[in-house]
């Protein structure tokens, strides 16, 4: 879907666009809402990290718009297409065909090479033969792993075999790359290294990338970093900028903008967007929590 922001005429492709996006596990009194009314517009080709204590509901966040977790409220577009309006085979393409996945373990078949492990995603997607064989080599390449291409899981390292991971992500070249806790399990220099490939790849092939992380030293790659807290998604100023709930574009500090509404604070990118926000609040304020502190030169509106 395309949103045309009016204040300066530009249109921007969204590649994955939440609404009061819920999800709540169990009922009545075991009820617990992992994902809490989030609403979320992430630009094709922009790197999102998604910041959070254990539990704040990152996993969960990923996995509704990975289409592995269906929401109990609300709506999420992926590619411009309803995640909900999609039959159960359709959901499963779009998982195989637009988006790769990375996890925390990278889940590599122990009894298969680096290529041959990479080679299998490509197959189920019907690629087989040289020709598969030939694009794994080729992604192993890209992620540095040209040396390791016959070597099986056992004999790499951990920082190698996510590497793996990310070739194998790649392989079906998914416009949306989708990446829980990639280094848990790596030290953090290594975890910094394969995050930094994983970036560089991806900006080379214009894709989204989103990386849920408690890992500190990732948020330096993002270009946008998101605070998950008890399931709801807040921008902090520390960070350099914050969202206007309006047109959905950045802000930076140097913005003078600012609006209060029910004890929160909200940024603007314009007048024209300050004045739409005045008129209807309850239907911006909505679109996620402001942390905003008041630092830098903000100045009531
Ligand atoms: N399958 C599940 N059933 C019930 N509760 C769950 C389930 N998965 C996660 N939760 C709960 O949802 C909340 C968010 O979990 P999760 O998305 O895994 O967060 P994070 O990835 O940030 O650690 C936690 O309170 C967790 O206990
Ligand atoms: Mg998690």
Not at 252 to 269: D, M, P, Q, V, W
Request: charge should be neutral; proline fraction near 3%; aromatic fraction near 6%.
């Amino acid at each position: 879907m395309t949103i045309t922001d009016q204040s300066s005429g530009e249109s921007t492709d969204w590649a994955i666009e939440l609404y009061n996006v819920t999800k709540t596990y169990g009922t009545k009194y075991t009820a617990v809402t992992a994902v809490d009314d989030v609403f979320l517009h992430v630009e094709r080709g922009e790197i999102v990290v998604i910041m959070g204590p254990s539990g704040s509901g990152k996993t969960t966040l990923i996995q509704l718009i990975g289409a592995l977790l269906t929401p109990t409220s609300g709506d999420i577009i992926v590619n411009g297409r309803h995640l909900e309006g999609l039959s159960k085979a359709d959901l499963s393409k779009l998982r195989r065909s637009e988006i790769g996945f990375i996890f925390q373990t990278p889940n590599l078949l122990a009894g298969l090479t680096s290529s041959q492990n990479v080679e299998l995603v490509l197959n189920l997607a019907g690629i087989k033969g040289r020709a598969a064989k030939e694009r794994a080599l080729h992604l192993l390449e890209q992620v540095g792993l040209k040396e390791r291409t016959s070597h099986l899981p056992s004999q790499m390292s951990g920082g190698e075999q996510q590497r793996v991971a990310i070739a194998r992500a790649l392989a079906n070249d998914p416009q949306i790359i989708l990446a829980d806790e990639p280094t848990a399990n790596l030290d953090s220099k290594t975890g910094h290294h394969v995050v930094e490939l994983l970036k560089r790849t991806a900006k080379n092939h214009g894709k989204t990338v989103i990386i849920a992380t408690h890992d500190m030293r990732i948020r330096d790659l993002a270009d946008r970093v998101l605070w998950l807290e008890d399931g709801k998604i807040s921008v902090r100023w520390s960070d350099g900028y914050m969202i206007d709930p309006v047109c959905l574009m950045l802000v930076t500090k140097s913005t003078i903008l600012r609006a209060e509404h029910n004890g929160k604070n909200y940024y603007f990118c314009s007048r024209g967007c300050l004045e739409k926000f005045k008129e209807n609040p309850e239907s911006y304020a909505s679109r996620g929590t402001w942390n905003g502190d008041r630092e830098g030169s903000v100045v009531d509106a």
